[in-house]
Every structure is written in C-alpha cells, then in structure tokens.
Antibody
Framework: EVQLVQSGAEVKQPGESLKISCKGSGYTFANYWIGWVRQMPGKGLEWMGIIYPGDSDTRYSPSFQGQVTISADKSISTAYLQWSSLKASDTAMYYC?????????????WGQGTLVTVSS | DIQMTQSPSSLSASVGDRVTITCRASQSISTYLNWYQHKPGKAPKLLIYAASSLQSGVPSRFSGSGSGTDFTLTISSLQPEDFATFYCQQSYITPYTFGQGTNLEIK
C-alpha cells in the first residue's frame, strides 16, 4: 500500500529554520516525483515544487524559488521541505504528494499534511 | 506560469442537483487537467485526471470534459458527502498551477 507520512506539526518563531519531512512507503521511492503543496489559512492550494528522488532533479514554482529548499534522501525514502529563516507568512498547512498510478502527473497519493505555525 | 481560473468561486446547491464547475487555462494545456476535492482537515483527493479520466474508486457521478483551454467538472446528482472545495490543476508544464478553488455549499 502506497503511503506518505509527514512529520508532525511545528510551532516556530520568525527567523528560525525548519525542515519538515515526508516518508514514502509501499512503492519504489526513487522512481516517482514527489511534490509539495501549500495551503495558507483560509486560502487555496498552491503548487510549490517537485523533486525526482532518483537524480534529485528539482523544479520550483517561481513564487517559492529561493524561499524554500526541496530535497530528498532516497536511501531512507524521505523528501524534505526546508526554510532557512521563517516568516509569519509561512504559516500554513503543507502537503506532500506523488503522481503514482494515474496519468497526467496528477497527485493521486497525498500525505496527511504538516501544519507549520510561525509566531512570535 | 499558466494561470488557471475557476468559476464560480462559490456555489450553493441541494442534494440531488446537477452541478458544473468550469476551469479556464491561460494557454492551451491539451488534456493535462486534473480535478481535486478538498475537505477541511483532510488531504485533497484526486477525482479526475487527464481532463476526463475517473480516478479509481471515485463515484461515477463525477465526470470531466474539455481540452485546450476550457474544462468542466460535473457532478450529476449531488450527495451529502460531496460538499467541499474543488480545485482544477494543470500538469502540462511546471509550475503545475491550481485554480483558486470553488467552494460548494449546501443550499
């Protein structure tokens, strides 16, 4: 069974760094793109970027390029989303997801989400 | 980036109604169009991929159509569990942008 399990909720202060994770199981992690999606409070879904763990090829949305870093460690089947200096505006729910069985690069499997709260 | 525009942004309907949501891309995306349902506190759920292909396990009352720049999601007979926010997404070229969402509420 394909599963994506994300790390737990985080409460951070502005300026702090953070790395959240998404562990895949039930499939060959290195062979499938894994993406990150943001949902700010009361807002819609935003596609942040995607990584191919097999060779670490990474594509970012221009809106998030330079603001976050997406990485993956295929040896432990885990993808990461990290910030070097959080802002209050980074407060959001973050989902990882993969285009696995369906076509068209649609996200058919999702993690449960990680809530990040940035507040002083 | 390709801009995705959904209409309406919100919609009130009753159980049993037929509902249509539209999605327009700022440039042609062939049939690289996906639809998701999102309920509060849950992860989004893929309903339709490649514009008209029904994801496994999704009820047949959901259907999608369109190509190029104009797409529709239709729910043939609304059920109580269908009330949620719906998003289209293009997967033609990165960034794979989402529409702004359509909030489907109970009338």
């Amino acid at each position: 069974e394909v599963q994506l399990v994300q790390s737990g909720a985080e409460v951070k202060q502005p300026g702090e760094s953070l790395k959240i994770s998404c562990k895949g199981s039930g499939y060959t992690f290195a062979n499938y793109w894994i993406g990150w999606v943001r949902q700010m409070p009361g807002k819609g879904l935003e596609w942040m970027g995607i990584i191919y763990p097999g060779d670490s090829d990474t594509r970012y949305s221009p809106s998030f390029q330079g603001q976050v870093t997406i990485s993956a460690d295929k040896s432990i089947s885990t993808a990461y989303l990290q910030w070097s200096s959080l802002k209050a505006s980074d407060t959001a729910m973050y989902y990882c997801a993969i285009p696995y069985g369906s076509g068209s690069y649609s996200f058919d499997y999702w993690g449960q989400g990680t809530l990040v709260t940035v507040s002083s | 980036d390709i801009q995705m525009t959904q209409s309406p942004s919100s919609l009130s309907a009753s159980v049993g109604d037929r509902v249509t949501i539209t999605c327009r891309a700022s440039q042609s995306i062939s049939t690289y169009l996906n639809w998701y349902q999102h309920k509060p506190g849950k992860a989004p759920k893929l309903l339709i991929y490649a514009a008209s292909s029904l994801q496994s396990g999704v009820p047949s009352r959901f259907s999608g159509s369109g190509s190029g720049t104009d797409f529709t999601l239709t729910i043939s007979s609304l059920q109580p569990e269908d009330f949620a926010t719906f998003y289209c997404q293009q997967s033609y070229i990165t960034p794979y942008t989402f529409g702004q969402g359509t909030n489907l509420e109970i009338k």
